[in-house]
């Protein structure tokens, strides 16, 4: 009984939108009233490909009654029931739709919301399509002056990244978080956000990186006086010294325990073998300048 | 109080009261113009008293009193030795009236005169014992400790109660160190969750403001609706239409109960 009247309701719905010779404009109101009942008819019955296409149709016949606020909500279930499907594409086509009806209803949180949602159906699937909902997701917060909701974003965006093995990516978007949470004055979670950059830079085995990196955020005073920032500048010269015991130690230490987990992990496996090489590099290019001189 | 007990104290008052005895300082006079024989006899007595204060020292029950008497006793036996140098000087110079013979004798009884004053017990018992790390600076000449660089003294001794102690203040203090590390990673651990929470509060703020109209209008649309729905009801329920009410119900009963009536017969 279950999946015959939402089949039904969808014959029904459809006879009326579709347009004939003895209909001549469709009658949206009832066809969608007739499309949601089917759409949560199938939901019940587990029928999740009808189920997406009944929502799909009767977020149309909201958006032709000029509701964008309830398309966007069926827009959401049917991602919803597309990720159960498993067609990622759907998904995140959906998913994209919905958060431009948000934003229609000019409400950009709930767009971000749902582009967020997105990016969390297809973190495994398509990592790279994610990363980009969530950029995007980051970007409507930030026009909109709520970064901090943007936080959470960031954090999700860098796991993927780092999961990716994209470490330039990563410091690159935590270097955003850092600016973000600049702007709305968030010392602790920027001066995280630097040093977090620094330790990916530094697992990159990228120490001039790692070291420009430093060397930029300093000139902000809170990370420099901040113990992140000691904690960093310690981590650089025990790197430039090759000491792997220190680096382990740091490793250890409270400061960096308080960061993000993925970060902690790497920062667990920081001395990556070529510190001793970093030294020699170094030494290195101390001992030309000394060539020159003595040729002179 | 035994005979012997009785004696000793009267040869020590005897030999305190002696500078009072004329007949001895007669004697000593006759050495008067002997710079030699002077300076021996202020060492002898120096010896004696030395000695004699040693033998109380080693009798002493209180500790604190026998290592200060251990530490005089050593600190004149330092001052005797010094002089024994000038001693040594003026015996060999000749004095009138001295025999040659008894111009050896006074030789040898100052290089006698060291070993006696090193002879003198200052509490520096030979039995093996722990020196306590101050065996090292005996080496150094310049700077004179009381004790004359003999630091396996009595004094310095690590009884057992002393390392017992020592050892429990470090392991205190070790201890001690221990535990506050673990509190400063609990304050670092607070730390970072309070301004975590701080910056949870600041992201919570606005969307408070935003609550708080939107119930604000919310409350006042409702009010507006109580009010008119008060009037409704009110106006539904006014007495006149109560009363018009039922008195067409009972038209409408009565008709009903005649219809019946006359359907009946």
């Known amino acids: ?296 | 109080m035994s005979v012997i007990d009785i004696l000793t104290r009267v040869d020590a008052i005897c030999k305190k009261y002696d500078k009072y005895d004329v007949e001895k300082q007669k004697d000593l006079n006759v050495a008067g113009d002997d710079a030699f024989a002077r300076l021996y006899a202020a060492i002898e007595a120096d010896l004696e008293s030395a000695l004699q204060k040693a033998e109380s020292a080693s009798k002493e029950k209180n500790k604190a009193s026998a290592v200060a008497l251990n530490a005089e006793v050593r600190r004149t036996k330092a001052r005797l030795l010094e002089e024994v140098p000038k001693l040594q000087r003026l015996a060999v110079k000749k004095v009138k009236g001295l025999s040659g013979e008894e111009l050896a004798a006074r030789n040898d009884l100052v290089l006698a005169l060291p070993d006696r004053i090193q002879a003198i017990p200052d509490g520096s018992a030979p039995a093996a014992k722990q020196s306590g790390g101050w065996a090292a600076s005996a080496s150094r000449t310049e700077i004179k400790f009381d004790s004359d660089g003999r630091f396996d003294d009595e004094y310095f001794q690590q009884t057992e109660e002393s390392s017992g102690f020592r050892q429990e203040f470090e392991m205190r203090k070790i201890k001690q160190d221990q535990g506050l590390d673990v509190i400063s990673e609990g304050l670092d651990t607070l730390k970072n969750m309070a301004s975590d929470m701080n910056e949870e509060l600041d992201r919570q703020v606005p969307l408070m403001d935003e609550i708080d109209t939107k119930v604000d209008k919310a409350a006042a649309d409702l009010k507006n609706t109580n009010v008119r729905l008060k009037d409704t009801v009110n106006q539904l329920r006014s007495s006149r239409n109560f009363c018009i009410d039922i008195i067409l119900l009972c038209i409408i009963l009565g008709i009903a109960a005649y219809l019946y009536n006359v359907l009946k017969k």
Request: aromatic fraction near 8%; include cysteine.
């Open chain 1, 1 to 296: 009984m279950a999946s015959s009247d939402p089949n039904k309701l969808m014959a029904k719905a459809d006879k009326l939108t579709k347009l004939s010779l003895t209909r001549w404009s469709a009658d949206w109101k009832s066809a969608t009233q007739l499309y949601e009942q089917a759409a949560i008819g199938y939901r019940v019955a587990k029928n999740h490909e009808k189920a997406k296409i009944a929502f799909e149709k009767a977020s149309k016949g909201q958006e032709m009654l000029s509701s964008p606020w309830d398309a966007a909500k069926h827009m959401e279930s049917a991602a919803a029931l597309a990720k159960e499907v498993g067609n990622w594409t759907e998904v995140a086509d959906f998913y994209k739709r919905a958060s431009e009806l948000y934003m229609v209803c000019s409400r950009p949180q709930p767009a971000s919301d749902a582009l967020a949602k997105g990016a969390r159906a297809l973190e495994d699937a398509v990592p790279d399509e994610a990363i980009q909902l969530y950029t995007e997701a980051c970007s409507i917060l930030e026009e909109d002056d709520k970064e901090q909701m943007a936080f959470d974003l960031y954090r999700a965006a860098t796991c993927v990244y780092i999961k990716l093995e994209k470490y330039t990516d990563a410091a690159t978007f935590l270097l955003r978080w850092g600016l973000a949470a600049d702007k709305c004055s968030a010392t602790n979670s920027q001066c995280k956000a630097y040093l977090s950059a620094i330790i990916v830079y530094l697992y990159a085995h990228d120490f001039k990186q790692a070291e420009k990196c430093y060397n930029d955020c300093s000139q902000i005073d809170v990370f420099l006086r901040n113990d992140h920032g000691r904690c960093a500048s310690k981590l650089l010269s025990a790197y430039s010294e090759g000491d792997i015991e220190e680096i382990k130690r740091l490793g250890q230490s409270s400061t960096i325990s308080n960061l993000d987990h993925v970060i902690i992990r790497l920062a667990r496996k920081l001395p990556t073998g070529e510190v001793c090489a970093l030294k020699t590099e170094a030494a290195e290019e101390q001992e030309e300048p000394l060539d020159e001189n003595d040729l002179t």
